[in-house]
T-cell receptor, first 115, second 114 residues
Framework: NAGVTQTPKFRVLKTGQSMTLLCAQD?????MYWYRQDPGMGLRLIHY???????AKGEVPDGYNVSRLKKQNFLLGLESAAPSQTSVYFC??????????????FGPGTRLTVL | AQSVSQHNHHVILSEAASLELGCNYS??????LFWYVQYPGQHLQLLLK??????LVKGIKGFEAEFIKSKFSFNLRKPSVQWSDTAEYFC????????????FGTGTLLAVQP
C-alpha cells in the first residue's frame, strides 16, 4: 500500500514551459486535492476533486488546470509556467463521508522551480 | 471566509522544555480541527484531530491539544519536547460540507536544541 505518490519529486522549468504533475492514490479515496506550500504562507488549496470526472477551484487556481479522469489519479497542469509558481506542491486524498471529519493523506511533494 | 491564525512562526526550545503552539480560527459554527506535522524533508502527517466531545484530545508522540470554543482556539501542547520533534506544525480547520476542504494556518517552525 503506497498511499499517495507524486511524480516527479523535483523539476526545474523555464518561464513559459508547461508541465504536468501526477498524483496517484491506492486507498480508493473519493476526494483529492492539490496544494502549494510557500514559506510563511502555509498550504493553500489550488484545485480539488470530489470524484472521478469532477474538479473545482480552490483558493489559488489561476495558472493551473487539473483533470481527474481516473479515480486514483489527479493531474495538475501548468500551461505556461511563471516564476511565481515556484513552490512545493502537495497532493492529498481523503474518504467521502462524515463531512469535515475525514483525515487527508498527503503525498511526499514536488519541488518546482521556475526560472 | 474561514481563516486560521498561528501566531508563533518560529519557536526554539531546549530538549525537555514544555511546548505550547497557538492556533485560532475564525468560524463561529461547528468546526473540525486538525494538527498536522511536517518533519524535515517529509510530507504532512496527522498529529491529532478534534470533532466533538472531550475538548482535550491526545495524539501521537505525546502531543495533545485543547479545544476552547469561547476563545476559538485549538492549542497544541507537549509536556517535554525531544530533538526529534523538530518540524513544522500546521493547524487546520475543516469547513464541513461536501468537499472536506481544509484551511491551513501559516505553520510554526519548531527547532529543538539538544
Amino acid at each position: 500500500n503506497a498511499g499517495v505518490t507524486q511524480t516527479p519529486k523535483f523539476r526545474v522549468l523555464k518561464t513559459g514551459q508547461s508541465m504536468t504533475l501526477l498524483c496517484a492514490q491506492d486507498m480508493n479515496h473519493e476526494y483529492m486535492y492539490w496544494y502549494r506550500q510557500d514559506p510563511g504562507m502555509g498550504l493553500r488549496l489550488i484545485h480539488y476533486s470530489v470524484g472521478e470526472g469532477t474538479t473545482a477551484k480552490g483558493e489559488v487556481p489561476d495558472g493551473y488546470n487539473v483533470s481527474r479522469l481516473k479515480k486514483q489519479n489527479f493531474l495538475l497542469g501548468l500551461e505556461s509556467a511563471a516564476p511565481s509558481q515556484t513552490s512545493v506542491y502537495f497532493c492529498a486524498s481523503s474518504y467521502w463521508g462524515l463531512a469535515g471529519r475525514n483525515e487527508q493523506f498527503f503525498g511526499p511533494g514536488t519541488r518546482l522551480t521556475v526560472l | 471566509a474561514q481563516s486560521v491564525s498561528q501566531h508563533n512562526h518560529h519557536v526554539i526550545l531546549s530538549e525537555a522544555a514544555s511546548l505550547e503552539l497557538g492556533c485560532n480560527y475564525s468560524y463561529g459554527g461547528t468546526v473540525n480541527l486538525f494538527w498536522y506535522v511536517q518533519y524535515p524533508g517529509q510530507h504532512l502527517q496527522l498529529l491529532l484531530k478534534y470533532f466533538s466531545g472531550d475538548p482535550l484530545v491526545k495524539g501521537i508522540k505525546g502531543f495533545e491539544a485543547e479545544f476552547i470554543k469561547s476563545k476559538f482556539s485549538f492549542n497544541l501542547r507537549k509536556p517535554s519536547v525531544q530533538w526529534s520533534d523538530t518540524a513544522e506544525y500546521f493547524c487546520a480547520v475543516n469547513e464541513g460540507g461536501a468537499t472536506n476542504k481544509l484551511i491551513f494556518g501559516t505553520g510554526t517552525l519548531l527547532a529543538v536544541q539538544p
